[in-house]
T-cell receptor
């Protein structure tokens, strides 16, 4: 297993555009979480999905949305991009939503908004 | 509100010296605390969690609820310990796995 995979690796967009980021969890993992990591900061929680349902949402505007598919892969969508959305977006998967199941992180997607 | 504070942005020690990376948290309930590590050009990965009470790569961390701290310690630092370290908190209760991270401490172990 290659672990958690994310695509694309890098992305450049302009203000006002829309972006979709993709994540494939480790085989057998049903929970996917998304984090935003701005330069110089720790990751900040955006969403958690489990069994295709949203289980948690961080303090992000409605421009951010996500979904999880029947194969447990996930998409993060960001509308009306702002310069401040430039960040590394991390996806993490785990077997469940319980904290005793380790979260495994992907390599991230680097988004630059110009 | 959940908050994690790592007061040191940078920490530099010599090989063989003891190292302590500080972490303080704010949370009203019973949190679960974690240390994550990111080596150069690698993914963020779990180093240890307080409920496991185990030593990983020579590192230990003790949850001090009185001081609301979860400092990471190693008695003898190695060059391969050089990495970015993040302290993280989960709301606990078993069913909430949203992680709140600190800003991280970059540890450099000099030869």
């Amino acid at each position: 297993d290659a672990g958690v995979t994310q695509s694309p690796t890098h992305l450049i967009k302009t203000r006002g555009q829309h972006v979709t980021l993709r994540c494939s969890p480790i085989s057998g993992h049903k929970s996917v979480s998304w984090y935003q990591q701005v330069l110089g900061q720790g990751p900040q929680f955006i969403f958690q999905y489990y069994e295709k349902e949203e289980r948690g949402r961080g303090n992000f505007p409605d421009r951010f949305s996500a979904r999880q598919f029947p194969n447990y892969s996930s998409e993060l969508n960001v509308n009306a991009l702002l310069l401040g959305d430039s960040a590394l977006y991390l996806c993490a998967s785990s077997a469940s939503t319980f904290s005793y199941n380790e979260q495994f992180f992907g390599p991230g997607t680097r988004l630059t908004v110009l | 509100a959940q908050r994690v504070t790592q007061p040191e942005k940078l920490l530099s020690v010599f090989k063989g010296a003891p190292v302590e990376l500080k972490c303080n948290y704010s949370y009203s309930g019973s949190p679960e605390l974690f240390w994550y590590v990111q080596y150069s050009r690698q993914r963020l990965q779990l180093l240890l969690r307080h409920i496991s009470r185990e030593s990983i790569k020579g590192f230990t961390a003790d949850l001090n609820k009185g001081e609301t701290s979860f400092h990471l310690k190693k008695p003898f630092a190695q060059e391969e310990d050089s990495a970015m370290y993040y302290c993280a908190l989960s709301g606990g209760g078993g069913s909430n796995y949203k992680l709140t991270f600190g800003k991280g401490t970059l540890l450099t172990v000099n030869p």
